[in-house]
């Protein structure tokens, strides 16, 4: 059972342009949903995160929107460069007695071009 | 500075081998994890530890086992190695404090293939 759904599977994107992934959830007791990037050989590192206490949050060119009611949330990245170029993870956890793992997405490879 | 570091990056071996790969964290974090990667790139989580106890096991066979001789390291062995278990095996630490979600952060990964 994938409790997150992540799409699309792969993306190109112009430079300059808006890069965005969705993803959707069915475990409404998740309550933390991060994004993870990942480079080739590399291992993921956190890009942002929300809590659903909140619609949206924005660091720098990224920003999460967050749905609540439909169950789902999104990555924008405005002005996507090629060094955006990457593998994304959509994530989400719930606490369990002060204990969290992460679901991840399947992932969506963005691939900038110059 | 190393956060999250893994030995070996790479380890090719043949199915029916037992072999290990260990993993240390300088952050102070008292909670680590390993994750497996497929080929498709899928993440899931295998095993966590805080405190150097067990407290997630997923559904993964027995003949995987995690070690944590302290609070910094986090080792996995595996017996009898199959060609289903080549993949990418990342280790991940963090901080959990009260309930709240902190941040897992990275090793650079282990390419397991197994021939």
């Known amino acids: 059972q994938q409790q997150v759904k992540q799409s699309p599977q792969s993306l190109i994107v112009q430079k300059g342009g808006i890069s965005i992934i969705n993803c959707a959830y069915e475990?409404?007791?998740?309550?933390?949903f991060p994004w993870y990037q990942q480079f080739p050989g590399k291992g993921p590192a956190l890009l942002i995160a929300?809590?659903?206490?909140?619609s949206e949050k924005k660091e720098g060119r990224f920003t999460i929107s967050f749905n609540k009611s439909a169950k789902q949330f999104s990555l924008h990245i405005m002005d996507s460069q090629p060094g955006d170029s990457a593998t994304y993870f959509c994530?989400?956890?719930?606490?369990?007695?002060?204990?969290?793992?992460?679901?991840f997405g399947k992932g969506t490879m963005l691939l900038v071009s110059p | 500075d190393t956060a999250v570091s893994q030995t070996p990056k790479y380890l090719v071996t043949q199915m029916g081998n037992d072999k290990s790969i260990k993993c240390e964290q300088n952050l102070g974090h008292d909670t680590m994890y390993w994750y497996k990667q497929d080929s498709k790139k899928f993440l899931k989580i295998m095993f966590s530890y805080n405190n150097k106890e067990l407290i997630i096991n997923e559904t993964v066979p027995n003949r995987f086992s995690p070690k944590s001789p302290d609070k910094a390291h986090l080792n996995l062995h595996i017996n009898s190695l199959e060609l289903g278990d080549s993949a990418v095996y990342f280790c991940?630490?963090?901080?959990?404090?009260?309930?709240?979600?902190?941040?897992?952060?990275f090793g650079p990964g282990t390419r397991l293939t197994v021939l």
């Open positions: 929300i809590r659903p206490d909140v």
């Open positions: 475990n409404t007791a998740f309550d933390y």
């Open positions: 994530a989400a956890s719930v606490a369990l007695s002060g204990y969290s793992t992460l679901t």
């Open positions: 991940a630490s963090s901080q959990v404090s009260g309930g709240a979600h902190n941040e897992q952060f």
